[in-house]
């Protein structure tokens, strides 16, 4: 299944023979959460950040969050991996746990540093890619965590907004109420009237 995300492919960095084997050997240890051959790979020369594990140019990190690796995405994160790098449609690893629906990943990329409210090259951000994917619990828990992120101002702004909207639905059905009731009571002194 193809990601949804845009069509505008934008790939990494190209690396030199002898760095792609221990790159692509460093994917593998990544979608098994081998963290020790993680280690000696990066010793050797792999590169943490890596961008090629995959045709749309998935890093090492990305790989980790879509095999459900976080350990070894921690890891090489410690070992220099960049949290905050985009795939060659512009996902970050958050919109990839996004689309996974895998709320404990989401929590430890949020914690990491990871932007709730980055856009992938399509516009999107995670709370919508995981909301199109049909992952209800992920989908609230990031727009929760936007919200979060909001400044002070702007959570007040908006709140005031949603208040101000639903007093305004309030009050137009206490307007049509208001209207109901003056009807009927006219109806009542007219039918007093009649019987005088």
């Known amino acids: 299944q193809l990601r949804g995300g845009g069509n505008v492919l ?11 084997s221990l790159n692509k050997a460093l994917c593998k240890a990544v979608g098994v959460g081998d ?26 990190m990305h ?9 070894s995405v921690e890891l090489l994160k410690k070992l220099g991996g960049d949290p ?5 449609l512009g996902w970050t690893l958050l919109h990839q746990a996004a689309h996974n629906g895998d709320i404990d990943a989401v929590d430890r990329l949020v914690k990491m540093g990871v932007d709730v409210n980055s856009k992938n090259n399509a516009g999107r951000d995670p709370a919508s890619v995981a909301k199109t994917a049909g992952n209800k619990e992920c989908y609230k828990k990031l727009m929760q965590l936007q919200a979060d ?6 959570k007040k702004i908006e709140m005031k907004a949603a208040a101000d909207k639903a007093a305004n639905a309030v ?5 049509e109420h208001d209207e109901d009731e003056d009807e009927e009571e006219e109806e009542e002194q007219k039918a007093k009237d009649e019987k005088k």
Not at 39 to 50: H, I, T
Not at 84 to 88: L, N, S, V
């Open 149 to 154: 992120a909001m400044p002070r101002g702007e």
């Open 35 to 60: 963290n020790k051959e993680i280690q000696s790979l990066v010793k050797k020369g792999a590169d943490p950040s890596y961008q090629g594990c995959s045709m749309l140019g998935f890093s090492a």
């Open 84 to 88: 905050h790098q985009k795939d060659g």
């Open 63 to 71: 790989h980790g969050v879509h095999k459900q690796q976080m350990d």
């Open 171 to 175: 009050e137009e059905d206490d307007d």
């Open 10 to 20: 934008t790939l990494g960095r190209k690396y030199p023979p002898e760095e792609i």
